[in-house]
C-alpha cells in the first residue's frame, strides 16, 4: 500500500470515528444534562489565580421549571428568530460582519443556537477552526435535538455573572427567588447583561443596561405566546 493510500485511509478511519462519537456525544446530551462546561472549569481556573475561591454556582432547571418571562427575554435580548431559522441568522451574521470592518468593538451575530454548541462542547475563543467546529455543533442539534430542549440547555449553562451559571443561579443571585417567578421586568434586566456578564449588573444597571432592558420588554411584548 502507497504512502498517499495509506495516509487517506487513516484520515478517513479519524473522520468515522469523530463523526461517530461527536453524534452520540450529542445525541447523549439530548436525554442527558450536561454536568459543566469548558467555559465554568476555565473561569473557575480565572478566579483562583485572581485569589478568589473556586465558584460553580449553577442549579438545573427543567424547561418548565423556568419562567416563560425568562424564556421571552432571552429571545428578545439574543434571537428573536430563534423558532424559525435552522441554527444561523444570516442576516445578523452579515450585519456583524459589516459592523466590526468599521468598529474596534466587535459585535457577534450567533444564535442561541451556536451560543448552545459554543457552551457545551466547545471552548472560548474567535478562531476559524473554532468557529468551525461551532456550525459544526450547532448543526448537529438543530438536527438531533428540539427546539425546547436546546432552549432548556441554553438558559442552564450560559454564564449569567462572575461564577454564576443559568437561569436558576442568576435569579437567585440577583432577585433572592426561583427562576420559576422572575418578572418581566427581572428577566430583562438579567438578559440585558448578556453577552458580558462579568461586566455588568442585573440589579446595579447603568444607563446602557436600563436602555437596554426596556427595548428587551419591548421585544417580550411583540413575541405573543411561544410554540416550544
Known sequence: MGITKLIWRFVKIFLIGFIAFTVLWVLFYRFVNPP?????????????????????????????????????????????????????????????????????????????????????????????????????????????????????????VIEMGDGIYGAEAAAQNYFHKPAAKLTKREAAAIAAIFPSPLKRSATNPTKFLRHRRYLIIKNMNRLGPLDF
Do not use: C
Not at 435580548?77 to 460582519?97: P, V
Not at 457577534?108 to 468557529?131: C, E
Open 36 to 156: 459543566i462546561t469548558w467555559l465554568m472549569i476555565e473561569r473557575g481556573f480565572e478566579r483562583k489565580a485572581a485569589g478568589k475561591p473556586w465558584k460553580i454556582d449553577k442549579d438545573w432547571k427543567d424547561f418548565d421549571e423556568i419562567s416563560v418571562n425568562m424564556k421571552k427575554a432571552a429571545l428578545a435580548g439574543e434571537d428573536q428568530s430563534f423558532l424559525e431559522h435552522n441554527g444561523f441568522d444570516f442576516k445578523a451574521i452579515e450585519y456583524a460582519i459589516k459592523m466590526n470592518a468599521h468598529s474596534h468593538k466587535v459585535i457577534g451575530g450567533s444564535t442561541i443556537s451556536q451560543q448552545t454548541a459554543k457552551n457545551v462542547f466547545l471552548w472560548q475563543g474567535r478562531s476559524w477552526i473554532r468557529k468551525g467546529f461551532e456550525a459544526y455543533f450547532t448543526m448537529l442539534i438543530e438536527v438531533l435535538w428540539s427546539k425546547k430542549r436546546i432552549m432548556e440547555v441554553y438558559l442552564n
